[in-house]
């Protein structure tokens, strides 16, 4: 008798998060400075520290996935993604 192999399913690739687009987004500005306790003048110098501290703790996708949820929450840029682009566009 002949065994059947299991067929293998690999993950779906996850697209490379823009963080370099991200950062420059003012809503981005405003959740480092919300989250790490920095005044918004002195976001600059937080954000790499905040990021690779957020990072090691929640993952990329952590990361972003909490930033996506702040950022809808906030509801203060309707129709925008946490990506700054037009929803529906």
Same mark, same amino acid.
Request: net charge negative; proline share 11%.
């Given at each position: 008798m002949q065994s059947i192999e299991p067929i293998? !399913? $690999?993950a779906a690739p996850v697209a490379p998060i823009p963080w370099g687009r991200i950062c420059g987004l003012p809503?981005? $500005?405003m959740f480092v400075a919300e989250r790490s306790g920095r005044p918004p003048a002195h976001v600059a110098d937080a954000m790499r520290p905040f990021m690779a501290e957020q990072i090691a703790k929640l993952g990329e996708q952590g990361l972003f996935a909490a930033y996506? !949820?702040?950022h809808k929450e906030k509801g203060m840029w309707p129709g925008e993604t946490p990506l700054g682009e037009l929803e529906n566009a």
């Amino acid at each position: 008798m002949q065994s059947i192999e299991p067929i293998k !399913q $690999e993950a779906a690739p996850v697209a490379p998060i823009p963080w370099g687009r991200i950062c420059g987004l003012p809503a981005f $500005e405003m959740f480092v400075a919300e989250r790490s306790g920095r005044p918004p003048a002195h976001v600059a110098d937080a954000m790499r520290p905040f990021m690779a501290e957020q990072i090691a703790k929640l993952g990329e996708q952590g990361l972003f996935a909490a930033y996506g !949820q702040w950022h809808k929450e906030k509801g203060m840029w309707p129709g925008e993604t946490p990506l700054g682009e037009l929803e529906n566009a």
